[in-house]
T-cell receptor, first 114, second 112 residues
Framework: GAVVSQHPSWVICKSGTSVKIECRSLDFQATTMFWYRQFPKQSLMLMATSNEGSKATYEQGVEKDKFLINHASLTLSTLTVTSAHPEDSSFYIC??????????FGPGTRLTVT | QKEVEQNSGPLSVPEGAIASLNCTYS??????FFWYRQYSGKSPELIMSIYSNGDKEDGRFTAQLNKASQYVSLLIRDSQPSDSATYLC????????????FGKGTKLSVIP
């Protein structure tokens, strides 16, 4: 498997502020990471694919200027939600790609924007 | 548009029974298949991956793949209340495509 951590596990912020979420691969070097979000009782939605040292590839409908992704090292990717609004409240989950096919998920970060 | 179909459930089985979860997929070029378990409020956990036709066993779990029928299943033997969760079926096309296409998940309840 793979050990993936996320920080923070939950965060509450005020509307208009920015929030940074960290995703760390603890036991191997992850060239490729993914960011998802999940609204209550809904499926996981892929937001973007992040490759170390290059720009992230965003899914259609995801604003790249709002959701900033930085994959600066083989063990760390960050997602910054800029100018957060209540509709951005969700469960944000990262995953790492291992052995070319298997994705292992972090524990997730629950964001609440008030 | 690739699709992965699962019965949303809930599927209820008594403790100790076999739970059978099914999944069909639309893309004939799909190569890799995965079963994830997701407890309420938690992130998905990979429990099985399968790439070749046939059965793959890991402890109480058996994944079955039939590419001709575009069908993949997960059997859970000796089901336990702790197995109660939503089970997500997912696939990738391989060939450099790593993105997962998920089904909507089947909610399993194991009744003590």
């Amino acid at each position: 498997g793979a050990v993936v951590s996320q920080h923070p596990s939950w965060v509450i912020c005020k509307s208009g502020t920015s929030v940074k979420i960290e995703c760390r691969s603890l036991d191997f070097q992850a060239t490729t990471m993914f960011w998802y979000r999940q609204f209550p009782k809904q499926s996981l939605m892929l937001m973007a694919t992040s490759n170390e040292g290059s720009k992230a590839t965003y899914e259609q409908g995801v604003e790249k200027d709002k959701f900033l992704i930085n994959h600066a090292s083989l063990t760390l990717s960050t997602l910054t939600v800029t100018s957060a609004h209540p509709e951005d409240s969700s469960f944000y989950i990262c995953s790492v790609l291992r052995d070319g096919y298997e994705q292992y998920f972090g524990p997730g970060t629950r964001l609440t924007v008030t | 548009q690739k699709e992965v179909e699962q019965n949303s459930g809930p599927l209820s089985v008594p403790e100790g029974a076999i739970a059978s979860l099914n999944c069909t997929y639309s893309d004939r070029v799909s190569q890799s298949f995965f079963w994830y378990r997701q407890y309420s409020g938690k992130s998905p956990e990979l429990i099985m991956s399968i790439y070749s036709n046939g059965d793959k066993e890991d402890g109480r779990f058996t994944a079955q793949l039939n590419k001709a029928s575009q069908y993949v299943s997960l059997l859970i033997r000796d089901s336990q209340p702790s197995d109660s969760a939503t089970y997500l079926c997912a696939e990738t096309s391989g060939a450099g495509s790593y993105q997962l296409t998920f089904g909507k998940g089947t909610k399993l309840s194991v009744i003590p």
